[in-house]
C-alpha cells in the first residue's frame, strides 16, 4: 500500500488474493500439464518428460502489480528452472517482502536470486552469456521490443533457443453502443480507467462514446469524479492515491497541459495535479474532436480518460476506427443491450484485444477465469495465470522404451510367397 501508493482494496486483490491464485492455479495446471501423455502400442512404453529449460529464467517485473511479479519469477521456477528476478526500482520493498516470503516457505536458495541492479548493468550479463534460456517480462513495448532485438543480434552465443515470453503496452477501450445504460457505462468508466490512477496495463484510456448517450455518461462521470476523494492510502476513504513517482508524475502532466491549451481538446473533468505532498494528479477526462489525438493513440499510464463522441450511425465505422487506432491489442469492452450490436462488436475487434469484456470495464482479469494477455505490440499473449503459460517453461523429451525389441531385421513383407 506504502511503496507502490495503492490503497487497502486494490492491495488486497493484488498482493494477496491474486498472488494466492497465481500459486494454486499454476500447480494445477502443471499436473494437468504433466498428465498429458502420447499413446503407446502393445509392448511399448511412449512418455513425455517435462524438463526445465537449459540455462537460466530472466524475471524482469513492472511496479503495478505485485502478484505479476512474484508469478513471473516463481511460474518458471515451478517448473524446475533457476531464475535471476529483476523487481522495478520503484517496486523493491514488496519484492523483497516476497521473497523472504518464498524463503520462509522453503524456497532453496539459488533458485531465484533477486536482484537489485538497474536494467542495462543487468542486460550486459545476461543476454551476453551463454546459459540464457528466457525472459519471462511485462513492462513497456519498447523496452521489450530493444530486448528482443538485442537477444537477435546475440542469439549465436546462447546454448539453446530462448523463450520471449512478455507482456508489454495498451491502449485500451471502451465502445459504447446507442443501445448501452450510460450509467453502467459511466461507472466501467469511472472504474476502469481511474482505480490504482490507471497504472494497469488493463486501463481504460480511451472511449467511444454514442451522441445520443453522451450527455449523460459526462453527468454521470462527473458525478462520480467529483465524489472521489485523493490522498494517502492510510485512509481508506480515499479512492485515488498518488502516481507511482516524479517521472510518471512529469510525463503524465505534460499530456494534460498540452490538453488544457489545445481548442480541439475539452477537459470535461479533473485537470489540476500538484507534486507539493507527493505526486497527486485528478482524474481527468478529456474529449477530443479528433479520434487520433495523441491521448487517444500513445499509452499514459496514469489517470487521464480520453473520449471520442460518434454519431449513433456510425457504430460499424467506429468499431473500424477502433480497431486500427494505435498498435496495441490488450484488453477492451463493449457496452451494449443489443445483441446483435455485440455480436457485430465481437467479430470486427476480433484482433484488438487479448482480454475481452462486455458490459463490464476492460479491468480485473482474474486468474483462472480470464487469462490475461494480449498480442500485436501488447505482448506475446502467451496467457498468464493459465497452462499455456507454463508450457513456456519446459522442454520436452520424448521417451519410447521398448519391452520387447525385434532380434530380426527381415520385416514379414520380406518373406517369400
Same mark, same amino acid.
Given at each position: 500500500m506504502l511503496g507502490q501508493s495503492k490503497n487497502i482494496y486494490q492491495s488486497e486483490i493484488d498482493a494477496v488474493c491474486e498472488?494466492?491464485?497465481?500459486?494454486r492455479f499454476n500447480v494445477q495446471y502443471m499436473t494437468e500439464m504433466y498428465a498429458q501423455q502420447?499413446?503407446?502400442?502393445?509392448?511399448?512404453?511412449?512418455?513425455?518428460?517435462?524438463?526445465?529449460?537449459e540455462g537460466f529464467i530472466f524475471a524482469l517485473t513492472p511496479f503495478n502489480f505485485t502478484s505479476i511479479a512474484a508469478n513471473?519469477?516463481?511460474?518458471?521456477a515451478m517448473l524446475g528452472n533457476t531464475v535471476v528476478w529483476k523487481p522495478s526500482e520503484t517496486q523493491?520493498?514488496?519484492?523483497?517482502?516476497?521473497?523472504?516470503?518464498?524463503?520462509?516457505?522453503?524456497?532453496?536458495p539459488g533458485v531465484i536470486n533477486l536482484v537489485f541492479v538497474d536494467g542495462p548493468t543487468a542486460g550486459e550479463v545476461i543476454f551476453n552469456h551463454p546459459d540464457f534460456a528466457g525472459i519471462h517480462f511485462t513492462g513497456s513495448t519498447g523496452v521489450f521490443q530493444k530486448i528482443w532485438k538485442t537477444i537477435g543480434e546475440n542469439i549465436h552465443k546462447y546454448k539453446t533457443y530462448p523463450r520471449l515470453v512478455g507482456e508489454t503496452g495498451g491502449k485500451d477501450f471502451v465502445v459504447a453502443h446507442a443501445s448501452a445504460n450510460a450509467k453502467e457505462v459511466a461507472v466501467g468508466l469511472s472504474r476502469?480507467?481511474?482505480?490504482?490512477?490507471g497504472q494497469k496495463c488493463s486501463a481504460a484510456s480511451r472511449a467511444y462514446i454514442p451522441n445520443s448517450l453522451w450527455a449523460d455518461v459526462k453527468r454521470y462521470l462527473q458525478e462520480d469524479l467529483q465524489d472521489f476523494k485523493m490522498g494517502s492510502p492510510e485512509d481508506f476513504r480515499n479512492f485515488i492515491n498518488a502516481v507511482i513517482d516524479e517521472k510518471a508524475f512529469n510525463k503524465i502532466t505534460s499530456f494534460i497541459a498540452a490538453a488544457k491549451s489545445d481548442p480541439n481538446?475539452?477537459?470535461?473533468?479533473?485537470?489540476?495535479?500538484?507534486?507539493?505532498?507527493?505526486?497527486?494528479?485528478?482524474?481527468?477526462?478529456? @474529449?477530443? @474532436?479528433d479520434p487520433y489525438y495523441v491521448t487517444m493513440c500513445e499509452e499514459l499510464f496514469g489517470p487521464v480518460l480520453t473520449i471520442y463522441v460518434y454519431e449513433d450511425e456510425q457504430y460499424e465505422q467506429t468499431l473500424e476506427l477502433v480497431d486500427k487506432t494505435g498498435p496495441y491489442a490488450l484488453t477492451g469492452a463493449i457496452f451494449s443491450k443489443d445483441r446483435y450490436a455485440l455480436k457485430v462488436g465481437v467479430d470486427k475487434l476480433k484482433n484488438a484485444a487479448g482480454n475481452f469484456y462486455i458490459n463490464d470495464k476492460p479491468t480485473g482479469a482474474v486468474v483462472g477465469q480470464q487469462p490475461f494477455g494480449g498480442a500485436r505490440a501488447s505482448g506475446t499473449n502467451d496467457k498468464a495465470g493459465s497452462i499455456l503459460?507454463?508450457?513456456?517453461?519446459?522442454?520436452?523429451?520424448?521417451?519410447?522404451e521398448n519391452f520387447v525389441p525385434p532380434t530380426d531385421y527381415k520385416y514379414p513383407f520380406m518373406s517369400e510367397e
Amino acid at each position: 500500500m506504502l511503496g507502490q501508493s495503492k490503497n487497502i482494496y486494490q492491495s488486497e486483490i493484488d498482493a494477496v488474493c491474486e498472488l494466492a491464485d497465481f500459486f494454486r492455479f499454476n500447480v494445477q495446471y502443471m499436473t494437468e500439464m504433466y498428465a498429458q501423455q502420447p499413446e503407446s502400442a502393445k509392448g511399448i512404453w511412449n512418455r513425455l518428460e517435462y524438463r526445465p529449460l537449459e540455462g537460466f529464467i530472466f524475471a524482469l517485473t513492472p511496479f503495478n502489480f505485485t502478484s505479476i511479479a512474484a508469478n513471473l519469477c516463481g511460474a518458471p521456477a515451478m517448473l524446475g528452472n533457476t531464475v535471476v528476478w529483476k523487481p522495478s526500482e520503484t517496486q523493491i520493498y514488496s519484492a523483497a517482502v516476497i521473497m523472504e516470503i518464498y524463503e520462509e516457505a522453503g524456497l532453496p536458495p539459488g533458485v531465484i536470486n533477486l536482484v537489485f541492479v538497474d536494467g542495462p548493468t543487468a542486460g550486459e550479463v545476461i543476454f551476453n552469456h551463454p546459459d540464457f534460456a528466457g525472459i519471462h517480462f511485462t513492462g513497456s513495448t519498447g523496452v521489450f521490443q530493444k530486448i528482443w532485438k538485442t537477444i537477435g543480434e546475440n542469439i549465436h552465443k546462447y546454448k539453446t533457443y530462448p523463450r520471449l515470453v512478455g507482456e508489454t503496452g495498451g491502449k485500451d477501450f471502451v465502445v459504447a453502443h446507442a443501445s448501452a445504460n450510460a450509467k453502467e457505462v459511466a461507472v466501467g468508466l469511472s472504474r476502469g480507467a481511474f482505480e490504482f490512477q490507471g497504472q494497469k496495463c488493463s486501463a481504460a484510456s480511451r472511449a467511444y462514446i454514442p451522441n445520443s448517450l453522451w450527455a449523460d455518461v459526462k453527468r454521470y462521470l462527473q458525478e462520480d469524479l467529483q465524489d472521489f476523494k485523493m490522498g494517502s492510502p492510510e485512509d481508506f476513504r480515499n479512492f485515488i492515491n498518488a502516481v507511482i513517482d516524479e517521472k510518471a508524475f512529469n510525463k503524465i502532466t505534460s499530456f494534460i497541459a498540452a490538453a488544457k491549451s489545445d481548442p480541439n481538446c475539452e477537459i470535461v473533468a479533473g485537470g489540476d495535479f500538484d507534486k507539493t505532498h507527493g505526486y497527486f494528479i485528478e482524474p481527468t477526462v478529456i @474529449k477530443v @474532436k479528433d479520434p487520433y489525438y495523441v491521448t487517444m493513440c500513445e499509452e499514459l499510464f496514469g489517470p487521464v480518460l480520453t473520449i471520442y463522441v460518434y454519431e449513433d450511425e456510425q457504430y460499424e465505422q467506429t468499431l473500424e476506427l477502433v480497431d486500427k487506432t494505435g498498435p496495441y491489442a490488450l484488453t477492451g469492452a463493449i457496452f451494449s443491450k443489443d445483441r446483435y450490436a455485440l455480436k457485430v462488436g465481437v467479430d470486427k475487434l476480433k484482433n484488438a484485444a487479448g482480454n475481452f469484456y462486455i458490459n463490464d470495464k476492460p479491468t480485473g482479469a482474474v486468474v483462472g477465469q480470464q487469462p490475461f494477455g494480449g498480442a500485436r505490440a501488447s505482448g506475446t499473449n502467451d496467457k498468464a495465470g493459465s497452462i499455456l503459460n507454463l508450457f513456456r517453461w519446459v522442454s520436452a523429451r520424448t521417451i519410447k522404451e521398448n519391452f520387447v525389441p525385434p532380434t530380426d531385421y527381415k520385416y514379414p513383407f520380406m518373406s517369400e510367397e
